[in-house]
């Protein structure tokens, strides 16, 4: 499949992409590879579940080395609980792609995704990386973005461009992620690319910030999974320095905008999801105040299927507005379905009917905002309804 007519996206000078399908999942696209051009920086973020994967440990460690030339991913099993052989594993596979390459196994980041507990059919990789190596382009982002994918129902992809001065930088992501899902750094997995020059330190801040801001705000049910990871490279190929504003906050407003994409679309794509729906949560007199109110929201498995049955049973937000970890004035919150005001002031408020409340939870797309009245801290989270579909997905997710 070559999905760039289907899903438009930029290539980045200085990255090339493949997939293949090794066998690891049947009959499709699971195993992939980007090539780096020498000089790139290599920014990424993980996973902070206590039971990280083999390939995030063993990723943690070789970003250390500050060369970083191949990134290899594998869907269809997770190398996640398989103790030192699943290291051991992941080493190898790192290995087979050194050697190929002519380079050291640390300048290669090994990424996983799929079933938990299994150990990772190593032989089936090392036979299918000279494929990964023949197919190597710079229009294989699309591929890519099918290879990484498990309970996902489409490939999630953004690019922008951005005019600094008389040139233009681009910028291209790719992430997977259905269910299991609220990150605790970034996404289930992520790889964005941009031909601007910026430096590791710089690097570092903008996917640490943007991820605060875009995939650490999404959740479908509450979940961590044990290999979540987001990677952000720049090759430099541009020739735009973006190290110092106005070309930083240009470049930050890019990166920003391909992430808040790929997060949104994670959301959307949530397993059995029906509704998208975006929490805000203002007036708060901490930032942690709000957040931990959104989230109680958007996990609350009450609200969640209410939003399914598109019930306007506004008591169940007010059940998980009170139930948070946050300071509150129950007689100052004012709660909203999008432009409808279910409560104010800690009461009913007095136009409201069932009707209105119907017709707005019926719409596929939902603003539900919590005004607590007690401060200037706001904060969103995107999150979905819970559906019938969510429970057969993963109740037949190994079957």
Not at 16 to 43: F, M, R, Y
Not at 125 to 132: K, V
Not at 133 to 141: C, P
Not at 208 to 225: A, H, L
């Amino acid at each position: 499949m070559n999905g760039k007519d289907t899903f438009p996206f930029n290539e980045i000078r200085g990255v090339k992409l493949a997939a293949v399908a090794s066998g690891l999942k049947k009959d499709l696209l699971d195993l992939a590879l980007i090539e780096l051009n020498e000089n790139s920086v290599c920014s990424a973020v993980f996973t902070q579940s206590s039971f990280a994967a083999a390939p995030v440990l063993i990723s943690r460690e070789h970003l250390k080395s500050k060369s970083c030339r191949y990134l290899l991913i594998n869907s269809g099993n997770a190398n996640a609980a398989t103790g030192v052989e699943g290291v051991k594993t992941a080493l190898l596979c790192c290995q087979s792609v050194a050697e190929t390459a002519g380079l050291k196994k640390e300048e290669v980041l090994p990424f996983s995704t799929g079933v938990i507990g299994e150990p990772l059919e190593y032989l089936k990789i090392q036979n299918a990386i000279p494929s990964l190596f023949d197919k190597l382009a710079e229009d294989g982002w699309a591929d890519v973005a099918l290879a990484i994918i498990t309970t996902d129902t489409a490939i999630k992809i953004s690019s922008v461009d951005i005019e600094i001065g008389d040139k233009t930088v681009k910028i291209t992501g790719v992430a997977k992620g259905s269910g299991m899902i609220q990150p605790d750094m970034a996404t289930m997995l992520s790889f964005l690319a941009t031909d601007a020059s910026i430096e590791r330190n710089i690097s570092d801040q903008i996917l640490s910030e943007t991820c605060e801001k875009t995939f650490n705000r999404i959740t479908v049910d509450g979940d961590t999974s044990t290999n979540d990871a987001c990677v952000l490279v720049s090759t430099g190929l541009s020739g735009v320095d973006c190290n110092k504003s106005p070309e930083l906050d240009l470049i930050k407003a890019g990166i920003f905008q391909v992430m808040r994409d790929l997060a949104m679309a994670i959301v959307k794509d949530g397993e059995g999801a029906t509704k998208f729906v975006e929490v805000r949560v203002k007036g708060g007199k901490t930032k942690l105040d709000s957040r931990n109110i959104a989230y109680s929201i958007a996990n609350s498995p009450l609200v969640k299927t209410a939003l399914f049955a598109s019930d306007p049973n506004w008591g169940r937000l007010v059940m998980a507005v009170g139930k948070a970890d946050a300071s509150i004035d129950t007689s100052r919150i004012d709660i909203q379905l999008n432009d409808l005001f279910l409560m104010t002031m800690g009461q009913i408020e007095k136009n409201y009917t069932e009707e209105k409340g119907s017709f707005e939870m019926k719409k596929a797309s939902i603003i539900i905002t919590v005004n607590l009245n007690l401060g200037s801290y706001e904060e969103i989270v995107w999150t979905t309804d819970l559906s019938y579909d969510y429970v057969k997905i993963n109740s037949e997710y190994r079957s």
